[in-house]
Structures are given as structure tokens and as C-alpha cells.
């Protein structure tokens, strides 16, 4: 199945070489990362890949040795994510590189991905010496980004500005077109709908091949594919879910929760197929949309801080009120995360007190009363010994659960 890119997007990779023949389940937007090689045609090349997979071409640095890649890391004041680093190289010296990067204590966490040839002592001495990732030379476009998504989940924003770029780059996510309406009519006319409580579970168990769409409302779903990538996305009036499976690819499991009231349609397999062979286009629209979700949606895990009093789990297990009560209950300090359907909030706690919130651009009370209505996602709280920064929250914090709790409620009916 071939990767489509969202309109606008020039055809092929770099110098004209053919993107990735299977969407890749990559996570790269909002990276900083820095290409270490000698040649100069194989950083162009290995940028271009890069950037065509959604990473900004300025967020990409370069170095042609590992004595530069430490004066770039430098500059930047450790701010760089992950080092791409020819391993090979006598005039690169990746070896040494990834022993300053891993014996500084303000570079122990960037993540390095080595690219090397295909001997096993190289390899065994790559990841001997510390690496994140290693990837086998030939470099294809769909390994690399592999490998970049892998590193990316072990990854720990070293300071408030690591987290503000990666926060702002999430914000921002490119939207699938809705349906038109010849589409739209085309499915509807052999499909059903069903009307669903806040809360209500939609989609769950056997019912992996059908394809899903929302008439009004918005749910929550989370699906697994055939290689194992999670994805965890919001679907709103006009569109779609479970189209994966009409795009060619296996979800292996698939759970759609509402946040809202909602009318959801659906269309059996068959019906689907047949609506398909009559509206060619829609299975290049399945695919556009499966694609932009492998490159929007893939479920990076939060980070295991490490610290004593630290506490994560997930929204269906613990949902945000009662983490947000055990905050105030147990006069915690720290920094509160939730990541939810490509979305990620964050509150600042001092002694069990409120005191900011924040997801994408929005600030304060309004971030609190979106974060009441999610119905999945993760949370992962960090204690820290002092929360500083602006005060956007004036408000009691259970007062603010509640008049959360009562406008999602509203919003339902």
C-alpha cells in the first residue's frame, strides 16, 4: 500500500527516491535531530526523508564529525533529541561520540540511532557503547523512521523548553479532509445508525470490520494494528474510523468510547467492498486517511520518571477526576501529563493546589473543563520540589472538576 501524503506535499523523496511502499508508524514531528556523517549527499538525502515524514527541515541539524556534533549540541544547549550517526566512519569517530554524549550529564538522555554495516562485532559494539537504536546499512526510508519512533518513545524532555517545542509541535497536526457528499451518500445508503450515552462503548471485541463514522458527536478510539503500533485518536462529525481495514491494513483490536452523546453509522464488510468497487476514490481516501493517522496518532508512551512519588496509568483505570482529587487529597508537587487521542495537557501542582494548565496554545480553567471530558488516554505524574511558572488557575480545583463534569454532561443531552 503506498504512503499518501496530504495535499501539498511535492511526489517522492529526496533526489526523487520513491517514499516508504507501507505507511510507517513514525513520530517525528517536533524532533530536533542531528545527522552525524561525512558526506554531505548522504545528510541531504537522510534529511529529505525526514522532513517528507513530517519533521520541520530546521529542526534537522548537521555535523560531518563527532568532535562537530558536540560543538552543535552544545550551541543548542543540549536541545537536540536524537543524534543519527554513521557508526562506520574512522573520520566520524561515533564510538567516541556516544561516550561524551552518555558520560555529560546534561546529554545522557539525547537518543542515538547508529547506522551500520551489516558485521556483528560493529553491531554488538554499537549497542555495547550505549546506543538507542541500530539500523543496518542499506539505510531505507522506512527502517530509519522505524528506528527514530522507537528512540523517540524512550525519550525524557530535559527542560521547559524541550517541552514546550515537542508540546507545540503536537498541537499542530494536519487534518484528513470530510467526506463529500457523493461519498457520504454512497455510504449511508446501505448503513445503519445507532444513538449513543456519554460514556457508551461503541466499538469493542469481534466488530474489527466494519467501518465506522460519526453523524454528530465526538469518541475516543484506540486501535492496535497488525505491527503491533497503537494509535489513540478523537473522530468528530464527518468522519471516519476503522477504515484501516479497508486500506490494507490488520486491526487487531479496536475500542471507540463516546465523550459526548453521539449518532454513529456503520456499514458491514460487504456493503463497504460493495460501495468501494461503485466510488473508487474511496479507497484512496481510506488510504489517505490511515496514513495521516500512523503519522499523527502512534501512542508514545510517557515517560517513567523514576521518581519516588511518581504515578502513571491510564484514563480508563483511573480517570482524570480521581487523579486529580488524589492531587489535592495528598498535597502533591509536581508536574501532571495527560496524552489523549493526539493531544497532551499539562497541569502544574503546588501542594495539592492547582496553579497552571496548559494544552497546545490554551491556558487555565478551559484546559481543565477539555481534560473532564476525555474518555481515554495516560497520565504520568512527576513530583517536583518546586513548580514554577505563570498562574492561569484561580479557581478550587474540585470546583472546577465539577463544573467540568457538569458541562460534559450538558454537552451530552
Not at 265 to 277: D, N, Y
Amino acid at each position: 500500500m503506498a504512503m499518501n501524503r496530504p495535499p501539498g506535499h511535492p511526489a517522492g523523496g529526496p533526489r526523487g527516491k520513491p517514499l516508504p511502499e507501507t505507511p510507517v508508524p513514525t513520530h517525528v514531528s517536533g524532533l530536533r535531530i542531528l545527522l552525524v556523517d561525512n558526506l554531505i549527499a548522504y545528510r541531504q538525502k537522510t534529511k529529505g526523508w525526514i522532513v517528507e515524514a513530517g519533521a520541520r527541515a530546521e529542526d534537522v541539524l548537521e555535523a560531518g564529525t563527532g568532535a562537530e556534533a558536540l560543538e552543535v549540541i552544545a550551541h543548542h544547549n543540549y536541545d537536540v533529541d536524537i543524534v543519527v550517526c554513521e557508526w562506520d566512519d574512522e573520520n566520524v569517530n561515533a564510538e567516541e561520540l556516544v561516550h561524551q554524549l552518555r558520560n555529560n550529564l546534561s546529554a545522557t538522555q539525547i537518543g542515538f540511532v547508529a547506522l551500520c554495516g551489516n558485521d556483528p562485532g560493529a553491531i554488538r559494539a554499537a549497542k555495547g557503547a550505549g546506543v538507542s537504536e541500530v539500523v543496518v546499512k542499506p539505510v531505507t526510508p522506512v527502517e530509519l523512521l522505524k528506528a527514530l519512533s522507537l528512540a523517540r518513545r524512550q525519550l525524557k524532555p530535559r527542560s521547559d523548553k524541550t517541552r514546550q517545542r515537542l508540546q507545540q509541535a503536537a498541537s499542530v497536526r494536519t487534518k484528513s479532509k470530510g467526506l463529500s457528499s457523493t461519498i457520504a451518500a454512497g455510504l449511508r445508503a446501505a448503513g445503519k445508525l445507532g444513538k449513543y450515552k456519554l460514556g457508551s462503548v461503541i466499538a469493542t471485541g469481534n466488530y474489527l470490520d466494519r467501518l465506522y463514522w460519526i453523524e454528530s458527536g465526538t469518541v475516543f478510539v484506540r486501535e492496535t494494528r497488525g505491527d503491533g503500533t497503537t494509535l489513540e485518536y478523537r473522530v468528530t462529525p464527518g468522519r471516519f474510523f476503522g477504515e484501516a481495514a479497508f486500506a490494507g491494513e490488520t486491526i487487531v483490536t479496536l475500542r471507540a468510547v463516546n465523550e459526548s452523546e453521539a449518532i454513529v453509522g456503520w456499514q458491514e464488510k460487504e456493503a463497504v467492498l460493495q460501495t468501494m468497487q461503485k466510488l473508487p476514490i474511496l479507497s484512496h481516501y481510506f488510504k489517505t486517511i490511515t496514513a495521516d493517522r500512523y503519522r499523527n496518532n502512534v501512542v508514545v508512551e510517557l515517560p517513567d520518571e523514576g521518581i519516588a512519588g511518581g504515578l502513571n496509568g491510564t484514563l480508563e483505570s483511573l480517570p482524570f477526576p480521581d487523579v486529580m482529587q488524589m492531587m489535592v487529597v495528598s498535597k502533591k508537587t509536581g508536574v501532571l501529563r495527560i496524552d489523549s487521542g493526539g493531544e497532551s495537557a499539562l497541569l502544574h501542582i503546588a501542594c495539592g493546589v492547582l496553579r497552571h494548565a496548559e494544552l497546545g496554545p490554551r491556558t487555565g480553567e478551559e484546559v481543565v473543563y477539555r481534560v473532564v471530558s476525555w474518555a481515554g488516554g495516560r497520565f504520568a505524574f512527576a513530583p517536583r520540589p518546586a513548580v514554577e511558572g505563570p498562574v492561569t488557575i484561580q479557581k478550587d480545583a474540585n470546583f472546577l472538576l465539577m463544573e467540568g463534569m457538569r458541562r460534559r454532561d450538558a454537552g451530552s443531552k
